[in-house]
């Protein structure tokens, strides 16, 4: 019930495509879902996050899309570009936090 | 501003040599974490600190790995004795209480022949 199950568990995009990550959880008391980027040789770093009373947050290209009531949220990334490869990590929290398996990214120039 | 500092980056050792990890946590952070990362089990947390006090110690594999917090600036993850399948990259990250954001630091990548 802790876990948080992420697909897939690599994507390969063109350059100006959309990335689509998708993660599932089953613990209703998680209460805050953020997403990581991870680029080779460096540690995660926050990318955004959204709390399960919102259905969609944007920050510029990436946008987490939430369905509380199938337990489901995505990472959107619009226009991607080669400089978006990386290990994108979702994660959920209760008083810690679990972390899905992780998606390798690359976007082809 | 410094990031989370972490020591060694990398570290090389022999089977049943003790191996110690160092972590300096952003300052004003009262929140500490060691996670592991490997390519099979992906990232998985091993201990988290609160004000210097260990709050969840579940994730340590076993006895062999240690993990103080002496002050608010500073904590190790010690192996003793270390093995092969230890061999990993260590993740110490920060986080003023319960706020959203943890601050990774760049990592230890620990071989162990």
């Known amino acids: 019930q802790q876990q948080v199950k992420q697909s897939p568990q690599s994507l390969i995009v063109q350059k100006g495509g959309i990335s689509i990550i998708n993660c599932a959880y089953e613990n209703t008391a998680f209460d805050y879902f953020p997403w990581y980027q991870q680029f080779p040789g460096k540690g995660p770093a926050l990318l955004i996050a959204?709390?399960?009373?919102?259905s969609e947050k944007k920050e510029g290209r990436f946008t987490i899309s939430f369905n509380k009531s199938a337990k489901q949220f995505s990472l959107h990334i619009m226009d991607s570009q080669p400089g978006d490869s990386a290990t994108y990590f979702c994660a959920a929290r209760t008083a810690k936090y679990i972390f899905g398996t992780g998606t390798r990214l690359k976007v082809l120039a | 501003d410094a990031g989370v500092i972490q020591s060694p980056r990398h570290e090389v050792t022999e089977m049943g040599q003790e191996v110690t990890l160092r972590c300096k946590p952003i300052?004003?952070?009262?929140?500490l974490f060691w996670y592991r990362q490997t390519m099979m089990r992906g990232l998985e947390l091993l201990i988290y600190?609160?004000?210097?006090?260990?709050?969840?110690d579940s994730g340590m594999p076993e006895d062999r790995f240690s993990a103080k917090m002496p002050n608010a600036s500073f904590s190790t993850l010690k192996i003793q004795p270390s093995e092969p399948r230890d061999s990993a990259v260590y993740f110490c990250?920060?986080?003023?209480?319960?706020?959203?954001?943890?601050?990774f630091g760049p990592g230890t990548r620990l071989l162990v022949l």
């Open positions: 959204i709390r399960p009373d919102v």
């Open positions: 990250a920060s986080s003023f209480e319960r706020q959203e954001t943890q601050y």
């Open positions: 300052s004003g952070h009262n929140s």
């Open positions: 600190f609160n004000n210097n006090v260990p709050i969840d």
